[in-house]
Antibody, heavy 125, light 107 residues
Framework: EVQLLESGGGLVQPGGSLRLSCAASGFTFGINAMNWVRQAPGKGLEWVAVISGNLEKTHYADSVKGRFTISRDNSKNTLYLQMNSLTVEDTAVYYC??????????????????WGQGTLVTVSS | IVMTQSPATLSVSPGERATLSCRASQSVANFLAWYQQKPGQPPRLLIYDASTRAPGVPDTFSGSGSGTEFTLTISSLQSEDFAVYYCQQSYDWPPGAFGPGTKVDFK
């Protein structure tokens, strides 16, 4: 059974930084592209970033480009999201999500077949 | 590519059929997925490639369409089906795009 468990959320001031983690189990972590998707309170889903299984490819939403960095450690089955220069607009539940595609060199097909429970990031002074 | 969904809210009685619509601003071929989200829970993949059910999804859920017009049909609403449903195109993945969602609630 696939399990994804996010951690690292919390309250941070505008301009601050936070690092999220997602511990994965139940599948061969290094094969699948992994994503971060966020959801502001009471709002819809917004894709944030993706990283290929072999770490070579990353892509970001325009709203976070230059401020967020997605990374992964396949030896630890863990996905990360380093978030810098945070603004109140970054307040959201952040989910990690596994892509259904099984090609380590690609960023997947965008079919997100497993999701973690999410971790809440609140940016406020 | 901008995704729109209609209606924003759909009020249905248990046992009734629900039809949700999703429209893309340009063709996304069949690169369209549907997700279900219940309060306090993460999204769950229901349908991908416009009409393929994800493992474990009951056959009361069906997807159809291609190009710019898509439909999610729930043939007979059960109590556990009341939720928000999002469509997502992955034609230009990444980034793809989610629709704003349709909330299915009790009539």
């Amino acid at each position: 059974e696939v399990q994804l468990l996010e951690s690292g959320g919390g309250l941070v001031q505008p301009g601050g930084s936070l690092r999220l983690s997602c511990a994965a189990s139940g599948f061969t972590f290094g094969i699948n592209a992994m994503n971060w998707v966020r959801q502001a309170p009471g709002k819809g889903l917004e894709w944030v970033a993706v990283i290929s299984g072999n770490l070579e490819k990353t892509h970001y939403a325009d709203s976070v480009k230059g401020r967020f960095t997605i990374s992964r450690d396949n030896s630890k089955n863990t996905l990360y999201l380093q978030m810098n220069s945070l603004t109140v607009e970054d307040t959201a539940v952040y989910y990690c999500a596994k892509d259904r595609g099984r090609y380590s060199e690609s960023t997947g097909r965008g079919i997100l077949d497993s999701w973690g429970q999410g971790t809440l990031v609140t940016v406020s002074s | 590519i901008v995704m729109t969904q209609s209606p924003a809210t759909l009020s249905v009685s248990p046992g009734e059929r629900a039809t949700l619509s999703c429209r893309a601003s340009q063709s996304v071929a069949n690169f369209l997925a549907w997700y279900q989200q219940k309060p306090g829970q993460p999204p769950r993949l229901l349908i991908y490639d416009a009409s393929t059910r994800a493992p474990g999804v009951p056959d009361t859920f069906s997807g159809s369409g291609s190009g710019t017009e898509f439909t999610l049909t729930i043939s007979s609403l059960q109590s556990e089906d009341f939720a928000v449903y999002y469509c997502q195109q992955s034609y230009d993945w990444p980034p793809g795009a989610f629709g704003p969602g349709t909330k299915v609630d009790f009539k």
